[in-house]
T-cell receptor, first 110, second 114 residues
Framework: GQNIDQPTEMTATEGAIVQINCTYQTSGFNGLFWYQQHAGEAPTFLSYNVLDGLEEKGRFSSFLSRSKGYSYLLLKELQMKDSASYLCAVRDWGNNDMRFGAGTRLTVKP | EAQVTQNPRYLITVTGKKLTVTCSQNMNHEYMSWYRQDPGLGLRQIYYSMNVEVTDKGDVPEGYKVSRKEKRNFPLILESPSPNQTSLYFC?????????????FGQGTRLTVV
């Protein structure tokens, strides 16, 4: 099985940088995803990591350390529209299905 | 436009009255799944389908049924809804179940069972 842990809530200031952590335990790691979900809306894909290191995509970056069972999502130059929940999801070799963490609700303040 | 469409968006029903939530995707995806989302618990998978006529249970299948008669459609059926099935439901699809294929989600169905 999998345990996926993320902080429940975070608050940051517009223009700042915020890092959202995700730790996981899995029997056979096969990829990690980050999704963004605005309140009452569908999750949308942000990033994918399967090898160790940093993947950068505009203002968003995602990092993975497989040996530590750890990932983070880094959001730079925060904007008010970045207020949303951020979901960490892990695939494992066993059934290749995604398992989601409970999500981190980020509030960006002026 | 590539999308996953769920209907209805909102539904209030009474205990025991059978209902169906429809899901359709226009991306020719093989893999489709249903999730429910509850506060503090995140998205939990109910059922999934790897292709037409192939379905299997996810983590929380009790009280739900699905079918996959056509590639584009994957309805979720609640034969006898109960209040503990009050939740936000999402349908998702992806090209297949390979490791690097992202999932596309429908807009969600908020179900209340009274």
């Amino acid at each position: 099985g999998q345990n996926i842990d993320q902080p429940t809530e975070m608050t940051a200031t517009e223009g700042a940088i915020v890092q959202i952590n995700c730790t996981y335990q899995t029997s056979g790691f096969n990829g990690l995803f980050w999704y963004q979900q605005h309140a009452g809306e569908a999750p949308t894909f942000l990033s994918y990591n399967v090898l160790d290191g940093l993947e950068e995509k505009g203002r968003f970056s995602s990092f993975l350390s497989r040996s530590k069972g750890y990932s983070y999502l880094l959001l730079k130059e925060l904007q008010m529209k970045d207020s949303a929940s951020y979901l960490c999801a892990v695939r494992d070799w066993g059934n290749n299905d995604m398992r989601f963490g409970a999500g981190t609700r980020l509030t960006v303040k002026p | 436009e590539a999308q996953v469409t769920q209907n209805p968006r909102y539904l209030i029903t009474v205990t025991g009255k059978k209902l169906t939530v429809t899901c359709s995707q226009n991306m020719n995806h093989e893999y489709m799944s249903w999730y429910r989302q509850d506060p503090g618990l995140g998205l939990r998978q109910i059922y999934y389908s790897m292709n037409v006529e192939v379905t299997d249970k996810g983590d929380v299948p009790e009280g739900y049924k699905v079918s996959r008669k056509e590639k584009r459609n994957f309805p979720l059926i609640l034969e006898s809804p109960s209040p503990n099935q009050t939740s936000l439901y999402f349908c998702a699809s992806s090209f297949n179940r390979d490791r690097n294929t992202e999932a596309f989600f429908g807009q969600g169905t908020r179900l209340t069972v009274v």
